[in-house]
């Protein structure tokens, strides 16, 4: 990069963009961009200029390095002097010259009010300081007509500085739809799951802001076998706090299997994935909406603009009581709710879907001055399958009840992690067996101890491989009741202390280990026989017949 960059070049390009690389959410959303953009085209160079003065510049530099990017100073934006900047952070210093400034949203428009890193008080998201305004360089991208109206309320110079462009991020969930079941896989959702996106904007009045307690709280509620849950939180929160903080913050939640979505990328897969959406005044609560998903609100900030799209969210969709039963609430709206619910609030804050990208690249080029390349439109790939996040449940409280059906048994168990359980009652009702039941990747020593049922993660290789596991944990732990694991191909078994050892079949999808071992328990508390047909039923999805046989003792 410098004044004599050209000797040293591979590819001479005609013009120059520099990208401003300010915070993480910016970033991001131009490395997601831009190079459907430029796809293809030597004659544009593109180089990212990294700011440093942002609160929320942590990170920003790793997500570059990783990405492959020239790096270039913010210092030395001046000495390169490029066709054009463009940035998806309004608050940016732009040192003096007479290239153009594109100014992309990093999220939905101009729907939240922030902090002023410059004065006093709080600013417009997304409108960019008087200097550039008033230099006549900078262009705002909208998303939807009503924007312009807006920014000219509140900055009447403007006024024909605004380019219609659409949301590209809105039309890469909409192409990627067709994919949710790819994405559910991916993320480890079992066939019947649900799974529940819980998303927090950053700020004081954020949904984690204000109870960051909910995501075990949730976890708790819902049961283990019917319901996952992964949050979503802007990446503000992680390069203003860091990842230890957060992940220190839910841990409990984690122990309990919340799918913590990495910062870049991942959380697009997760709302396209989802079933129902409990959010609060960000962007990606109305992109959930925009989706035609269920919507609850854990929280909703007065930072939000009125008249807004989002605005109107706030008024329109439902409020989370995080007092009362939660996990009705959530049925409640997944049960009630009409994928056209929200239409109207969302057709006012995009325009023009399905051709965002083409727009902005038509916009591009117009400012750098070069004909567009030929061929048809840059297309709107679908997502990629994304990484699965960490989340091993390692040990649950179970209740189980018994009740009889034309004769034959039926056994229900709603298991719940341990590590939320804490305020869970021990009493046990009429035909109610309750139990703690952990598996041989738990790391305290004081749940194993205190398990009355031990379970075997991965199947056994073999029959053989199982009875001798069985044996072999239950003589580490005395204080266990029985052990099962599933065997490759063949079913389940489940040793009891006594030496008899039960064999489970099952008709349907396979199970954990768990299900099939608190069946036997529930079947020994309940003095049903065991060599029997049951009905078991895992709280929330599974129904399935459950064949046990005595298969030896000793």
């Known amino acids: 990069m410098g004044r004599d960059a050209e000797r040293w070049r591979t590819f001479q390009g005609t013009r120059t963009v520099a990208v401003a690389a300010r915070t993480v959410t910016s970033t991001v959303r131009l490395l997601e961009t831009l190079p459907a953009v430029v796809r293809g085209d030597s004659r544009v160079t593109v180089v990212f200029a990294y700011d440093s003065t942002s609160a929320f510049s942590a990170g920003v530099l790793d997500l570059l390095k990783d990405a492959g990017c020239r790096i ?135 949904l984690l802001g204000r109870d960051p307690g909910l995501p075990a709280r949730l976890l708790a509620a819902l049961p283990y076998d019917g319901y996952r849950l992964a949050a979503v939180i802007h990446p503000n929160v992680w390069a203003g706090h860091g990842a230890w903080q957060i992940r220190t913050l839910l841990a409990d939640a984690m122990d309990a299997g919340l799918l913590l979505m990495p910062p870049v990328n991942t959380w697009r897969a997760a709302l396209v994935a989802a079933d129902c959406v409990i959010g ?145 009652s021990s009493d046990e009702a009429p035909g109610e067996f309750i139990h703690l039941a952990a598996d041989d990747h738990e790391r305290d020593a004081r749940v194993s101890e205190s398990s009355s049922v031990l379970l075997r993660r991965q199947a056994a290789p073999t029959s053989v491989a199982a009875l001798r596991w069985i044996r072999e944990v239950l003589d580490r732990y005395p204080g266990s009741y029985l052990a099962g694991t599933a065997v490759a191909g063949a079913g389940y078994l489940v040793g009891i202390r006594d030496g008899r050892v039960v064999e489970v079949s099952i008709t349907g999808p396979a199970l954990d280990a768990g299900l099939p071992a608190s069946l036997v328990y529930a079947c020994l508390r309940g003095r049903i026989p065991l060599d029997a047909t049951v009905t078991l039923r895992a709280d929330g999805v599974h129904e399935t017949d459950a064949v046990l046989r005595l298969r030896t003792r000793g």
């Not at 900055?155 to 462009?165: D, K, N, Q």
């Not at 879907?353 to 790939?381: C, F, M, N, Q, S």
Request: charged share 20%; hydrophobic share 40%.
């Open 72 to 206: 270039l100073p913010w210092t030395q934006l001046a000495d390169v002097s490029p066709d054009l900047l463009i940035s998806a952070s309004e608050n940016i210093d732009v040192p003096p010259g007479d290239w153009p400034v594109l100014v992309l949203p990093h999220g939905i428009g101009f729907q939240k009010m922030v902090p002023d890193s410059r004065a006093e008080g709080v600013r417009l998201s997304g409108l960019v300081p008087d200097t550039l305004l008033d230099s006549g360089r900078a262009w705002l991208a909208v998303s939807h007509p009503d924007q312009e109206k807006q920014l000219i309320t509140a900055r009447p110079e403007t006024a024909g500085r605004t380019v219609l462009i659409g949301d590209p991020v809105l039309d890469e969930l909409r192409a990627s739809a067709s994919h949710a079941r790819v994405y559910r896989e991916a993320l480890g959702l079992a066939r019947g799951q649900r799974l529940v996106v819980l998303s927090s904007t950053w700020g004081p009045t954020s």
């Open 280 to 424: 609060d005044h960000g962007s990606v609560t109305l992109y959930g909406a925009a989706l035609g998903k269920p919507i609850l609100l854990g929280a909703f900030g007065s930072d939000a603009v009125p008249g807004t799209a989002m605005a109107r969210l706030g008024r329109a969709a439902p409020r989370l009581d995080p007092r009362a039963d939660v996990r009705r609430q959530i049925e409640t709206a997944l049960d009630t709710h009409t994928p056209d619910r929200f239409a109207d609030i969302v057709a006012g804050a995009f325009s023009r879907p399905g051709h965002a990208l083409a727009r902005l690249r038509t916009t591009v080029y117009g400012l750098l001055g070069l004909t567009e390349p030929g061929g048809t439109p840059p297309p709107v790939l679908s997502l990629p399958r994304p990484d699965l996040p960490v989340a091993e449940v390692t040990s649950w409280l179970v209740r189980t009840s018994v009740e009889f059906t034309d004769g034959r048994a039926v056994v229900t168990a709603h298991r719940c992690p341990s590590a939320v359980s804490d305020g869970e």
